[in-house]
């Protein structure tokens, strides 16, 4: 699950998620997932990051077909010290768009929503 908006005052309060803004400025609700339980499925994005920083973002169809991606994330699950799970959207152009934004995606710190 991952909640979506354009302000941060827009996102719910949801259980275990972690805020990030992406790079258009979005913010992002994600679902944080222990790395020891961290398992790819069909279902889902995942972004992977260290101290901040976001490491590799993708689906486990693109780590079991592209060999390029499937290096990139053995060496970004080396590093990380946190998951995430996202809702992967349905059409190919979302996916690509919402994979850029968290590609250069930053932790909001500081903001709560009570």
């Known amino acids: 699950m991952s909640v979506v908006a354009d302000r941060f005052e827009d996102l719910q309060p949801v259980a275990r998620a972690t805020n990030w803004r992406g790079r258009s400025g979005r913010f992002y609700a994600l679902d944080t997932v222990a790395l020891d339980r961290f398992v790819l499925n069909d279902s889902g994005m995942y972004l ?61 710190l500081g903001l709560n929503l009570a």
């Open 48 to 108: 992977l990051a260290a101290g901040g920083l976001v490491l590799w973002v993708g689906t486990a169809d693109e780590v079991v077909n592209d060999a390029a991606t499937r290096t990139r994330f053995r060496a970004a699950l080396d590093e990380a010290e946190i998951a995430f799970r996202i809702a992967a959207p349905e059409h190919e152009i979302e996916r690509m768009t919402l994979a850029w934004d968290l590609e250069g995606a930053e932790p909001v």
